[in-house]
Structures are given as structure tokens and as C-alpha cells.
């Protein structure tokens, strides 16, 4: 689980669902999602993904990545942002956890798909 904390803290910012509720995480990235208009991307790319339709795929996969990005801390709260991640994931239960995997596991399929 630990290399899991820490690989999930290292990677491209995202936005993830745990749960009913959405959490931005990446690098220097760990957020609670609530504004209504960024979430209404993540529904424009379920249905993208649903749909299997590339081009809208990688439209609302940049989309995320930089909405996840505006919620990066400055690097002087790196330390502070990383435990507060790390206990985050520790509390998940272990469904939640598995579905989180799930998605980062999807998330680095598609970057390397649409980022490359």
C-alpha cells in the first residue's frame, strides 16, 4: 500500500472518485472537488469514455488534468499535503481503495494513449 500512496502522490494531477465525492490528487495535489461546473467535466468524460469516443476522451482528459492542476499547493506544503493524502488513503475502506487503484491504473493507460 505504501508504494501505491506514494506513486498515486507523484503522478500527473487527476480527478478521481471516491465514493459519491471527487478529489483532485497528483503531484503537490490533494483537494476535495466540489465546484459544480469542474465536476460537470468528469461527467462529459464518463459519457466520452462510455462512448468510446477518442477525440472527446483525450478533450475532457486535458480538461481534468489541468482543473486537478489548479488545485496544486505551493512546494513549501508538500510535506504537510503528502501525510494528509497518505492518512486520507489509509482511512479508505477497502472497496473504495480498490476502485481508486482501478482509476489510476485507467488514468496511466489513457496518458499513455492520448498524451503521448
Known amino acids: 500500500m505504501s508504494n501505491f500512496k506514494e506513486s498515486l502522490y507523484e503522478k500527473k494531477s487527476f ?6 465525492d471527487y478529489y483532485a490528487i ?6 476535495k472537488v466540489t465546484n459544480a461546473q469542474e465536476l460537470d467535466n468528469m461527467e462529459l468524460f464518463q459519457n466520452a469514455m462510455k462512448k468510446q469516443n477518442d477525440r472527446q476522451i483525450a478533450k475532457y482528459l486535458d480538461k481534468l488534468m489541468r482543473i486537478a492542476n489548479s ?3 505551493d512546494a513549501r506544503e508538500h510535506y504537510k499535503l503528502q501525510e494528509k493524502l497518505f492518512h486520507f488513503v489509509d482511512r479508505l475502506q477497502e472497496t473504495e481503495e480498490a476502485a481508486l487503484q482501478k482509476q489510476v491504473f485507467l488514468f496511466d493507460e489513457l496518458c499513455e494513449k492520448y498524451l503521448t
Do not use: D, H
Open 26 to 31: 497528483g503531484a503537490n495535489t490533494f483537494a
Open 15 to 20: 480527478i478521481y472518485q471516491i465514493g459519491s
Open 71 to 73: 488545485y496544486r499547493v
